[in-house]
């Protein structure tokens, strides 16, 4: 397999129910399949197992199927032997991407265990995207959904002329939720391409959300750390609302 051991950067091999390498460095898989390749010190990583119900009942009601069916197809459309999900969280994304071997990175092992439960598909790892247990020159296709973009990682692991599809918010993603919330909403800066791009699009849908859908989709978002309470409140008391959801796609070839 292309997982490589933490430690030593070699090989790993499954045997049974754990991954070795030449070193004799062995990780167990855990009951759910997922494997744990993050050497942490202690204390929690990624996010908490709140927010990932928050986001499983979110994305499970459909309201971002139509991104999930565009990845697919844009993953049908080029070479996908070996494809890497980067921050892939609960697997949404993931499940739904072709590959003939699919690998998912995220450092929230209760994201991980409820992705390695829902999807056979692809193996799920724990480990830090910025420094991944992961063959160089390997992928065919490596994607990265809201998160930060690893670039000297994914540079690192694509194989030459490989492609990297990165999903952010366009400047007027959610724009309706930041209007109740803000005296002053203020429309999303869209990061500088961190390489030479070759397509971009952008995709749209207004979501009719009830006050559950719209109070999940503020536990997903960062404003949910940095808003008071008075203006939490605001949304609270909407019972339903209409929300834009707005993404750009972009793609990368290296
Ligand atoms: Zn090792």
């Not at 590959?99 to 480990?127: C, I, M, W």
């Not at 959801?245 to 793609?251: D, E, N, P």
């Amino acid at each position: 397999m292309l997982l490589r051991c933490p430690v030593c950067r070699c090989e790993l091999q499954k045997s049974g129910r754990t991954a070795v390498c030449a070193n004799r460095h062995s990780f167990d898989y855990a009951r759910q399949g997922y494997l744990n390749l993050f050497l942490s010190h202690g204390g929690s990583h990624g996010d908490s197992a709140e927010s990932v119900r928050a986001r499983t009942r979110f994305l499970s009601r459909g309201h971002y199927g139509f991104l999930k069916d565009r990845l697919q197809e844009l993953s049908a459309s080029f070479a996908h032997q070996v494809t890497v999900d980067l921050a892939c969280g609960e697997g949404y994304y993931t499940a739904a991407l072709y590959g003939d071997e699919k690998y998912g990175f995220d450092l929230s092992r209760d994201a991980l265990k409820h992705a390695a439960k829902n999807d056979p598909s692809a193996q799920y790892t724990v480990a830090s995207i910025f420094d991944l247990p992961f063959a160089s020159g390997a992928a065919d296709l490596v994607t990265t959904c809201f998160a930060p973009i690893a670039k000297d990682e994914i540079m690192r692991i694509l194989k030459p002329g490989g492609i990297f599809i990165s999903v952010t918010p366009a400047a007027d993603h959610l724009f309706e939720l930041k209007q109740i919330l803000y005296e002053t909403p203020y429309l999303n800066t869209e990061d500088e391409p961190p390489f030479p791009l070759k397509e971009e699009q952008q995709i749209r849908e207004v979501m009719h959300l009830d006050h559950d859908a719209v109070m999940d989709l503020f536990a997903m978002t960062p404003y949910y750390y940095h808003t008071s309470e008075a203006d939490r409140r605001k949304l609270d008391e909407t019972d339903h609302l209409d929300i834009t959801a707005s993404f750009l796609i972009r793609i990368f070839q290296k």
